[in-house]
């Protein structure tokens, strides 16, 4: 019974040891993957900021008008939907809008020029939801990688008084089914 104890007493110092070294693998895939994401998001956001307050006021009869200071400290969320309603008006009252276009170079990339289209709107928020997503996938893998590396060093604690196969078994599945859920995690993270 001794060999027994000592052998799920390593097993599970070990799962709770890899488990750790992926959360932390994954944790640094994931900010290497928004450091890439980051820039092409600032300066499409960047430029939307320019232009919004701009394209705003130029428009007859428009609720919104922001200045650059207030648009800067909304969420990404919040600035597609102003830019949305500009580009409704664009659409249905073009009238309204005292300019049709208005090109705005980026900050970041100057080779590139944003407009004020379905395009651009399109591209930002493809940003935005991919930052979302990885940062939702990063959320949910943390908080399971915890609670299962808590689970083992739990076990762990008690390996010496109480050894259940069952418990055990279910642990290492878990251990398994989270290096999967990494790996599709990394696979997802990385075609974005």
């Known amino acids: 019974m001794n060999e027994l104890t000592t052998i799920w007493f390593y097993t599970l110092s070990t799962s709770a040891q890899v488990l750790a070294a ?7 895939f994931v900010v290497y993957k ?11 956001r960047a430029a939307l900021i320019k232009i919004l307050p701009y394209i705003s006021s130029n428009i007859n009869n428009f609720g ?10 909304k969420s990404d969320r919040e ?25 705005i170079k980026s900050g970041l990339f100057p080779e590139k020029y944003y407009d004020l289209n379905n395009q ?15 940062l939702s996938r990063l959320k949910k893998s943390l908080i399971f990688g915890f609670v299962l590396i808590t689970f083992c060093v739990l076990e762990l604690s008690f390996t010496m008084y109480l050894i259940d196969i069952k418990v055990l078994f279910l642990t290492s599945v878990a ?18």
């Open 79 to 103: 600035l597609i939907s102003i830019f949305d309603e500009i580009l409704e008006v664009q659409k249905t009252e073009p009238q309204r809008l005292q300019i049709k276009s208005h090109p």
């Open 120 to 134: 651009t709107k399109t591209y930002y928020e493809t940003k935005a939801a991919s930052k979302q997503d990885i």
């Open 22 to 28: 992926l959360v932390g693998l994954f944790a640094i």
């Open 175 to 192: 251990v398994a089914v989270y290096m999967m859920l990494i790996i599709k995690n990394v696979y997802l993270i990385s075609i974005f």
């Open 64 to 73: 919104r008008r922001n200045t650059i200071e207030e648009l800067d400290l």
């Open 34 to 44: 928004l450091q890439g994401l980051n820039p092409a998001l600032e300066d499409v």
